[in-house]
């Protein structure tokens, strides 16, 4: 797993990975600029108190944007990444698996609808445990990112592996190895939550977790 981390990073400089990167910030400040406008908006409908209350709900508001953010970031990069992720897989594959043949051609709406129902999933799941976010702390962040972990570890191995593999196939070899898909997407999810780095995790995200996948496929073929 640290072999594939150290490998992804140090990819990052790749010509070919430029542009993908700067979609991925781009997204990424686009997706959360446009969460907190419409939180602002919002509540904006609701500053008809006057004095202090207003500047309260203001802090509230901001409150309530980080914490939206953090919770939205992790399913919104998911989308992101499905606009480049061809793109990205190929400089890796050029770099580090230059042997491998074309991969199985997938219709770019079949990943955009994939990620969106991702996308809701992963917002309806911790909206659920927001109460444990907030009120039980400690216990919040291994709820966290267990839960975002297993999602993403989940939806990111199945969107690279099925560049190689049936949907079924991708399926399959995911439950078999679903301990070291869940730990590879907990760390996903650790890149999802840190400042700045987190605009290029779509990215980082994708390239990790199709160096994952080759080792997972390769030890299963042992």
Known sequence: MFSALSATIGQLTDPRLRNPIIISVVGSITAILLLGATV??????????G??????????????????????FPGAANI??????????????????PALGPARPQPFIETVL???????????????????????????LIVFYGANGYLL???FFEMVAMRRLTPAEAKELRKR???SVFVSGVLIAAVMTIPVVNFAGPV?????????FERLRSDMKK
């Open 204 to 212: 980082i995200a994708t390239a990790f977790m199709l160096h994952r």
């Open 40 to 49: 602002w908006y919002v509540l904006d409908w609701f500053s008809f108190f």
């Open 177 to 179: 190895k679903a301990g």
């Open 51 to 72: 004095g202090w209350l207003d500047d309260a709900a203001a802090w509230v508001a901001s409150l309530i944007v980080v914490i939206l953010g953090v919770l939205f």
């Open 80 to 97: 992101i990444s499905g606009l480049f992720l061809d793109s990205v897989c190929k400089a890796v594959e050029a770099r580090h698996y």
């Open 153 to 155: 570890g989940r939806e």
């Open 114 to 140: 994939e990620s969106l129902k991702f996308l809701g999933i992963t917002i309806l799941v911790n909206v659920l445990l927001l109460p444990i976010y907030l009120l039980v702390p400690g216990l919040n």
